[in-house]
């Protein structure tokens, strides 16, 4: 069973930098393509980033791209979300979530994810 925990959220301003932290347990880390989503109230769950297995280039969300960087170390089973110069759009409740296998054209669809963290609240003011 893999189990997924955020951390990192918090309330920021505009322009201000939050790095997010995911630890992963259980399941094969190296072999698994690890995504970020969010969901803003009242919208659905949105795609935010994801990363293959190591060596492999990540992939962002056009919102977030040139701001916000997704990374993974194998060593310690966490992936992190770096996320710079922030907005108040992008406050919402972040998630990270495994995927065990995944094709490119299915990447920043929920459905493609079997396993999901808690998730961390951002919240970012103007």
């Known amino acids: 069973q893999v189990h997924l925990v955020e951390s990192g959220g918090g309330l920021v301003q505009t322009g201000d930098s939050l790095r997010l932290a995911c630890s992963v347990s259980?399941?094969?880390?190296?072999?698994?393509?690890l995504a970020w989503f969010r969901q803003a109230p009242g919208k659905e769950r949105e795609f935010v980033a994801a990363?293959?297995?190591?060596?492999?280039?990540?992939y962002y969300a056009d919102s977030v791209k040139g701001r916000f960087t997704i990374s993974r170390d194998s060593s310690k089973n966490m992936v992190y979300l770096d996320m710079n110069n922030l907005i108040p759009e992008d406050t919402a409740v972040y998630y990270c979530?495994?995927?065990?296998?995944?094709?490119?054209?299915?990447?920043?669809?929920?459905?493609?994810?079997?396993?999901w963290g808690q998730g961390t609240q951002v919240t970012v003011s103007s």
């Open positions: 990363i293959f297995r190591s060596g492999y280039r990540p």
């Open positions: 979530a495994v995927a065990t296998t995944v094709i490119l054209s299915a990447l920043r669809s929920q459905a493609s994810y079997a396993y």
């Open positions: 259980g399941g094969t880390f190296n072999r698994a393509t």
